[in-house]
């Protein structure tokens, strides 16, 4: 468990099997004064090289975690058919190198948690395992589909904000150390990816929830991809996603 003196949360989304990026993120929280527990979106597997120390550790602390589509790919309850030629080579890798007690964990993990005032899922509340919150729209005719005040979601792999009121939402996105500050609209907030950046910064993406203040702060944390993608190498994962690593795309 991380320890926290207040009642603090992390973040995180889309680990993606990144062993390296995922601890360096962990290390970050404690440095920040701790977390009293950590919300995952999801993703935790897939695409990177280290899918049951990812699932190890994150077993090992204080943690709620909704089920991602990579999770659902690895374990057989998703047909990859729809996934591109390098994401499905790298779920079929996946699949083989997981535990007995891995695949269980990944079966167990629900689509959506409930949290006071939070909805959490991975990527809309209206299709959990693949819709994408890219744009206002979207946003929009997602509002129906939850109850809470706030919604935080993954899959994108980019840092953003949906600022809605009554049926309006405004698209933004969220930059290193920004503060959102929670208040009467609603809100969905995605928090970047731990271990796959897709918005142009290749550092890992997590964020922090201050109950106490009613602030959500997203952070960036810069972590040794070359030994991350020396590991993906080493077990034959598909070129391209290990060159993605280095330009956060």
Known sequence: MLYSKGMKYAILADIHANLTAFQVV????????????IWCLGDIVGYGP???????????HNHVCVAGNHDWAAIGKMDTSDFNP?????????????????ISYLESLPLTIEKPYFTLVHGSPRDPMWE?????????????????RYCIVGHSHVPSLFECEKESCLAKKLLPDE????GEKRLFINPGGVGQPRDGDPRASYALYDSDAGMITLHR????????QARMAEHGLPGRLIDRLAYGF
Do not use: M
């Open 86 to 102: 390098e994401a499905a080579a790298a779920a079929r890798w996946t699949a083989g190198k997981l535990t007995p007690e891995d």
């Open 179 to 182: 503060e959102v500050v929670l």
């Open 50 to 60: 280290d899918p049951h120390g990812c699932i190890e550790l994150l077993r090992r």
């Open 26 to 37: 962990l290390d970050d929280i404690i440095w920040r004064g701790g977390a009293e527990e």
């Open 221 to 228: 944390v810069s972590y040794d991809i070359k030994a991350t």
């Open 132 to 148: 994408y919150l890219f744009y206002a729209d979207v946003a929009e005719q997602n509002l129906a589909h939850f109850k809470s």
